[in-house]
């Protein structure tokens, strides 16, 4: 299945609206059943287990997340979702506004095989107070 930017627009708004339910499981749903999401070149996170948890994470550090999607762009079967998130950091009472955003891979089923995301780790800290 090739992603047109038609499909592109309507995969990044409903992965918002994922995001904004605040469930893991739906987060997950945009990821092919082996995918994978990297943070910031770290460990990557693989499966739909393994994207939910990195969901969950996110939810349990800033509860009130409300992601908007700032842009997306294509070429061939790869795609970048840009964003920002604004919430409360949860230990620290903190309101955070962070920008980043994800480079996909698609599988012939239009599921994320593969996503790269990256946003200001030490900005995000000095907005939590951390």
Not at 26 to 48: C, D, H, K, M
Not at 65 to 80: K, Q
Not at 106 to 115: I, T
């Amino acid at each position: 299945m090739t992603v047109t930017a038609d499909r592109l627009r309507s995969i990044a708004a409903a992965y918002t609206d994922a995001w904004n339910s605040g469930r893991p499981d739906a987060v997950a749903a945009f990821f092919n059943p082996e995918g994978s999401i990297t943070i910031n070149g770290g460990e990557p996170w693989v499966g739909r287990e393994g994207v939910m948890a990195m969901a969950a994470g996110f939810f349990a550090d800033v509860p009130d997340m409300r992601l908007i999607c700032d842009g997306v762009r294509m070429a061939g079967s790869r795609a970048i979702y840009l964003w920002t998130f604004t919430g409360t950091h949860a230990a620290s009472k903190r309101p955070l506004e962070v920008t980043g955003w994800e480079e996909w891979d698609f599988d012939d089923a239009g599921l994320v095989a593969r996503s790269f995301g990256n946003f200001d780790v030490e900005d995000y800290s000095r907005q939590a107070g951390a």
